[in-house]
């Protein structure tokens, strides 16, 4: 944990904020933060910046109003949409890219996705915003993503994704794609990520007919959360 993450429920009208449980714990335990002590903190939404320790009590720390605030890190210029991956990957793609600074996502159907996966506890909102907290944590960034599920895959991609994409390099990822993945780009980027082993033929037509060019990575098919940082490691 890089960031301590403050949200405005944590304040009391003195300014402090008081925090308890997984946060608590890592300042008392892994940081063995003492009184007076500067701790990172970020306002969720809002500015990166340094808090006073008060007091480390046994189930509670006390923080001090934020000081010497700063702006967070500036966002990918990236639209992220992904084929709806295993519960475990969709956590780590969440934590990953929330890391590398995607501010939008979408996570759609595929032929390849496999339908329990859309009544996966994953896909509950408290869970989603763990991931997300996770990411911003890493990255000691304050402005949670947009997350966004569409269950029809042809719908989406006909009706929604076009307009999602207009005015961006608008991208494929997948494998065997004659075409290499560009580097460092310097636009905004409308990126498409399919199951692993990647999209069915009739879904990158579908894509291409939306305006998005299919792009790969070289032989190796990687995992979704692997091929969504090397992506955009590439890109930006």
Request: glycine share 10%.
């Amino acid at each position: 944990m890089n960031l301590i993450l403050l949200f405005p429920e944590d304040f009391t009208a003195r300014g402090q904020a008081v925090l308890s449980g997984r946060r608590h714990e890592h300042i008392a335990l892994t940081l063995k933060a003492r009184v007076g002590d500067l701790l990172t903190i970020g306002l969720v939404g809002g500015s990166v910046g340094k808090a006073a320790v008060i007091d480390v009590g046994p189930g509670a720390t006390t923080l001090a109003a934020p000081e010497q605030l700063r702006p967070p890190p500036p966002s990918l210029p990236v639209t992220l949409v992904v084929a709806l991956p295993r519960p475990k990957t969709l956590r780590k793609t969440l934590q990953v890219a929330t890391a590398l600074g995607v501010k939008r996502f979408y996570f759609i159907e595929s032929w390849k996705v496999d339908k329990s996966y859309w009544d996966s506890p994953a896909l509950e909102p408290d869970d989603i915003r763990e991931q997300l907290v996770l990411g911003l944590e890493q990255a000691v960034d304050t402005t949670p993503p947009a997350v966004e599920f569409r269950r029809r895959f042809k719908p989406f991609v006909e009706d929604e994704l076009p307009a999602l994409a207009a005015g961006t390099l608008a991208l494929a990822g997948h494998p065997g794609a004659a075409v290499e993945c560009p580097r460092d780009v310097r636009r905004s980027v409308t990126l498409a990520i399919g199951p692993e082993g990647g999209f069915t033929d009739y879904e990158v037509g579908m894509l291409e007919k939306a305006g998005f060019a299919a792009v790969g990575l070289g032989p190796r098919i990687l995992r979704v959360e692997h091929a969504v940082a090397v992506l955009l490691g590439r890109l930006f």
